[in-house]
């Protein structure tokens, strides 16, 4: 006389524990969770289905993720400049760009070395990281997430065609994954995600 639903999520796309809750008193958490009712099985499931719609979680993609503006460089400026526009503004790497197209990335430690050696007057470019890896506004945060640990990168230029429209740091995907969830119905690109470059 009774109807058990039980419900298990992979990933973040869906929070069952909340679905199950809201439909038939149940509980859980966002991975997996259970409800007994003694609703018959056909509308516990409609109610179970239909919740479900309701605490779906649109992927965080780049655009959600992105700061913007971004900070460049040009590929012939020289290290001097670089390491003093990272220590101005704290970034730890800077997209390099020429004729509105990212080239390659800076890193505050290739300066840092080029400096060591005496090469402050160095253009960018001999230290720059290139082919740079790079990301569409659309990349998923799962996408963005398997680019910076294939290649070992600290930031993401984000590229709309050939232009630069913003920059996604290890530390944005961090707070992205491990940060509050945000509640049912809430638009991803509203929350406010820690930033550390």
Do not use: W
């Not at 516990?44 to 655009?63: G, I, K, N, V, Y």
């Not at 970034?91 to 760009?97: A, D």
């Amino acid at each position: 006389e009774r109807t058990l639903l039980f419900a298990r999520a992979a990933g973040d796309a869906f929070d069952v524990g909340a679905a199950l809750r809201e439909a038939a008193g149940g509980g859980g958490h966002p991975g997996a969770a259970f409800a007994r009712t003694r609703t018959a099985l056909a509308p516990a499931t409609r109610a179970a289905l239909e919740a479900l719609a309701r605490h779906a979680r649109p992927p965080l993609r780049a655009r959600d993720l992105m700061s913007a503006p971004v900070r460049s460089v040009k590929p012939g400026a020289t290290v001097h400049e670089a390491s003093r526009l990272l220590l101005r503004y704290g970034h730890n790497g800077l997209p390099v760009v020429e004729d509105g197209a990212v080239v390659g990335v800076v890193s505050r430690r290739d300066l840092e070395r080029a400096l060591q050696h005496g090469l402050g007057r160095s253009q960018v470019r001999g230290f720059m990281g290139a082919p740079p890896v790079t990301a569409a506004p659309d990349a998923t945060l799962e996408a963005l997430e398997a680019l910076v640990a294939e290649h070992g990168v600290g930031r993401l230029p984000i590229v709309e065609g050939r232009r630069l429209v913003g920059i996604v740091t290890r530390s944005d995907l961090l707070a992205a994954r491990h940060g509050p969830a945000p509640a049912a119905g809430d638009d991803p690109s509203g929350r406010v995600l820690a930033r550390v470059e």
